[in-house]
């Protein structure tokens, strides 16, 4: 999967910093993460139901929310 952007796509619309950022591996979406004050990864989950996530730009570990569990 690649990203659609290198940011976080609702921040950069909505003029909002991020602390780090996740990559959706449905869809390619980079969102912020919940330490991000919006914490727009985990809204994308209970948007759409894609419940696996990369971190980003590393992809060094992955995060399912249904199991809110490293995998």
């Known amino acids: 999967m690649h990203p659609r952007t290198q940011g976080c796509t609702k921040c950069i619309r909505e003029g909002e910093k991020w602390v780090q950022l996740r990559m959706c591996l449905k869809c390619g979406r980079v ?3 919940n330490s991000s004050h919006e914490k727009h990864a985990t809204k994308h989950f209970e948007e759409t139901g894609h419940s696996i ?3 980003f730009p ?3 570990w992955r ?3 249904v199991d809110k ?3």
Request: glycine letters at 0%; proline letters at 0%; hydrophobic letters at 25%.
């Open 31 to 33: 969102s912020c993460c």
């Open 53 to 55: 996530m990369t971190d």
């Open 58 to 60: 590393s992809k060094s």
């Open 63 to 65: 995060w399912c929310f």
């Open 69 to 71: 569990n490293y995998i």
